[in-house]
Nanobody, 115 residues
Framework: VQLQASGGGLVQAGGSLSFSCWTS????????MAWYRHAPGKERELVAV???????NYGDFVKGRFTISRDYSKNMIFLQMDNLKVEDTGVYYC??????????WGQGTQVTVSS
């Protein structure tokens, strides 16, 4: 079972970054797929989640700057992040969930936003 993510990196404030995440070997139907982040000195928090019905929720801090999308045929999700802020710096994780007992995490990708 694997979640692989690509993207992230270093960008100046106001810039954009994007992520992709894909799954392999998960023997259950995937319901929610999401991005989380762990910023220095903070708890892990939800960035965005998209259900298998296309219902989307964002963390309050997103405020229209990020867009999550999903390719259901490939069990992939994408995150487009625009107008990045210094406080968006952190490690971003992809998550796939069958139910609250079965979920899987990607390896984490660093995002650094410089002022």
């Amino acid at each position: 079972v694997q979640l692989q993510a690509s993207g992230g990196g270093l960008v100046q404030a106001g810039g954009s970054l994007s992520f992709s995440c894909w799954t392999s070997g998960i023997p259950y139907r995937i319901n929610d797929m999401a991005w989380y982040r762990h910023a220095p000195g903070k708890e892990r928090e939800l960035v965005a989640v998209i259900s298998n019905r296309g219902i989307i929720n964002y963390g309050d801090f997103v405020k229209g700057r990020f867009t999550i999308s999903r390719d259901y045929s490939k069990n992939m999700i994408f995150l487009q992040m625009d107008n990045l802020k210094v406080e968006d710096t952190g490690v971003y994780y992809c998550n796939a969930e069958h139910d609250r007992f079965r979920s899987w995490w990607g390896q984490g990708t660093q995002v650094t936003v410089s002022s």
